[in-house]
């Protein structure tokens, strides 16, 4: 019997841990689940005679490289800064290893290791980054095979609260790691448009009124992800004008934290004590506070918006404008903002999300333009099952079944944008009724 070790039982790791127990005994193998707290880690795989549960701290080296080393693969969906731990371990012990996560500096460095070892490191095997590469290579490789000649690709995806769950003022709620949410979009983002290089400073980044246009649901806000550019090679359109990557929200969610940028809480560069600190003295940090406006009136004077605005409205249901203590010890004002966020956003057990992820991509063939539209929308069955943990988890389980059984030669350091690879795995995603539909235009 094969053995799969999944390190990380959160959010993300629910559809995944379901996908390989349900597929366990037809593939003849055996899951162990690691995590830090064993009861989460039983709330996920049940009484399954195919798996086995392992609370340890992922920084018990023995223990840890004890389970690395019985496992015959490892998938990883611990927070991205311990890749890298497991990545130097699936290496000594030569195991191969599936992640979720973006290809960082760190694990490039070990780029040739992997690759004389003849493992197979696949990353990005998620949603965003993981299906997004696929379908678009798979449309990328179509027009390229009938004559088309890309001058524009656009790609768009965004973790999102269904329509019938969206009762609050920010239309957002979690459904992924909120440490991510709050850190989202920091570095800036670099892309390309109409042949001109942009970069964006985060402090302008959710400062953009730029919508598009998504069948079934209307409008929804983008903003640049990350640097673009690190992918016009690996989807070999290095030379078209215009490549964007970009993350899709509702509008009501960019202003609002574009507000929460402005006024510095998103930071995570210094600590201070919270015992005993108000919410709102931590909101107003930044500002001269004027004692004869109320606390609202201050905050809407400083972002220069009315006290009565939908925006003050977003900030005060957060409830960062009163005087309740925030009590969290020394914390960042990023780490004061992820628990805000978890305790006002947070889902409710019948609530649902929803995955949207587009692809614009405009060519010419035979001297006519066209564009291309390519959608999918992928809905959460509840807090647990959400669309969030299909889309991430499911490729991964693919993926880990195609190496398991033998069916990908691949070796090295690899992200899913091959043939071999998003041929298969996005047809049994299509069985999970995550599919794309497309239009021309």
């Not at 947070?346 to 564009?371: A, C, N, Q």
Request: hydrophobic letters at 40%.
């Amino acid at each position: 019997m094969k053995s799969i070790l999944l390190f990380g039982a959160g959010k993300s790791a629910t559809c995944l841990i379901d996908y390989l127990l349900a597929n366990a005994p037809r593939q003849k193998w055996h899951i162990t689940v690691v995590d830090n707290d064993l009861m989460l880690i039983k709330s996920k795989i049940g009484k399954s005679y195919y798996a086995t549960p392992a609370a340890i701290d992922i920084n018990d080296e023995p223990v840890r490289q004890s389970l690395i080393q019985e496992a015959d693969l490892v998938i990883s969906l611990l927070p991205p800064a311990l890749h890298i731990v497991i990545a130097r371990d699936c290496l000594k012990f030569s195991r191969n290893l599936l992640t979720a996560s973006y290809i960082d500096p760190e694990i490039r460095k070990l780029e040739k290791e992997i690759e004389k070892a003849g493992l197979l490191f696949m990353y990005e095997m998620g949603l965003d980054p993981g299906i997004d590469h696929m379908s678009a290579m798979k449309l990328i490789h179509s027009i390229e095979k009938k004559g088309g000649q890309i001058y524009s690709f656009k790609s768009y995806c965004g973790g999102l609260i269904s329509p019938e769950s969206n009762d609050n003022p920010w239309c957002y709620k979690i459904s992924w790691n909120s440490r991510n949410i709050v850190l989202a979009g920091t570095s800036g983002a670099t892309y390309r448009e109409k042949g001109k290089v942009k970069e964006i400073e985060y402090q302008q980044l959710f400062d953009q009124s730029k919508t598009v246009q998504v069948p079934g649901l209307g409008k929804l806000a983008y903003y640049p992800n990350r640097d673009s550019l690190n992918y016009v090679d690996i989807y070999a359109l290095s030379n078209i004008p215009t490549f964007m990557r970009a993350t899709l929200r509702y509008t009501e969610f960019t202003e609002g934290w574009n507000a929460l940028v402005k006024l510095g809480l998103t930071d995570d560069t210094k600590k201070q004590q919270t015992n005993n600190m108000p919410y709102f003295k931590w909101a107003s940090q930044h500002i001269k506070v004027n004692k004869e406006l109320t606390n609202e009136e201050n905050i809407a004077q400083f972002l220069g918006v009315s006290s009565k605005s939908k925006l003050i409205r977003q900030l005060k249901y957060l409830g960062i404008l009163n005087g309740e203590l925030i009590n969290l010890g020394e914390q960042t004002n990023a780490g004061v903002l992820q628990h805000v966020l978890d305790v006002r956003l947070k889902m409710e057990p019948s609530d649902k999300d929803m995955i949207v992820m587009l692809h614009e991509i405009e060519f010419e063939r035979r001297h006519m333009g066209t564009k291309l539209h390519s959608y999918m929308i992928v809905q959460g069955e509840d807090n647990l099952r959400t669309a969030m943990a299909k889309t991430v988890g499911l490729p991964l389980g693919i993926m880990a079944k195609l190496v398991l059984s033998g069916q990908v030669e691949l070796k090295g350091l690899h992200i899913p944008v091959m043939p071999e690879i998003y041929n298969p795995v996005l047809r049994e995603l299509e069985e999970h009724d995550i599919r794309f539909e497309e239009s021309f235009e």
